[in-house]
């Protein structure tokens, strides 16, 4: 088995409907189905289901593929909140409450009878996704894409609208070597490669 750490950088908030508790982030449940069609698309030459069968033969899926999710596991961890990004409710005429920036969240749409029942925002300084993968190949794979997938892809409501955006700021593989990612350089992605001791 081979660990992949991987430290994420938000930019645009969440909107998360558990943003008031602790760790209020990325869900792995989302992530990783997202991952896994990203992964087998990228498998396929671009056709989902030619990656699913490709991943059948590698032995890249959980189960007999019946459902095809490939065979790692992820778990998400927040660190550093950051609590200025909270959106200013307010109580209409009607009794309900609503949120005075973004009022067409479509959570909040309509208002709430309470402040409490309110989606909010998610933001964080760092968020730490650690994956455990036992197929050398699929971690290999995984190692080369997860980068472009979080360029590519944002999360939560209204992710279509620039919410939810994350890109990786280093990625800490099973031999501890690290490597970063900045915009500087001939591509978007310059990768400078360094060991920690």
Not at 105 to 132: K, P, Q, T, W, Y
Not at 153 to 179: C, L, M, P, W, Y
Request: aromatic share 10%.
């Amino acid at each position: 088995m081979k660990t992949l750490k991987v430290t994420l950088k938000q930019h645009t908030p969440l909107i998360h409907f558990q943003h008031d508790q602790e760790g209020a982030t990325l869900r792995a449940s989302e992530v990783k189905p997202k991952l896994d069609r990203y992964l087998l698309t990228k498998l396929g030459n671009g056709s989902y289901k030619k990656g699913i069968e490709q991943a059948k033969d590698k032995g890249w899926l959980i189960g007999k593929g019946e459902h095809p999710a490939l065979d790692y596991k992820i778990r998400i961890v927040s660190k550093e909140r950051i609590r200025d990004i909270h959106l200013d409710s307010c109580l209409n005429n009607d009794g309900k409450w609503t949120t005075e920036k973004y009022p067409l969240l479509l959570a909040n749409m309509g208002g709430r009878n309470s402040e409490d029942e309110l989606v909010n925002f998610s933001l964080f300084r760092e968020v730490i996704l650690d994956s455990i993968i036992k197929n050398d190949e699929l971690y290999n794979e995984l190692k080369k894409q997860i980068p472009y997938f979080f360029a590519n892809t944002n999360f939560g409501q209204r992710a279509n609208k620039g919410f939810g955006s994350f890109t990786i700021e280093r990625i800490k593989d099973h031999d501890d070597k690290v490597t970063k990612i900045d915009s500087k350089g001939d591509s978007p992605y310059y990768i400078a490669e360094s060991t920690l001791y």
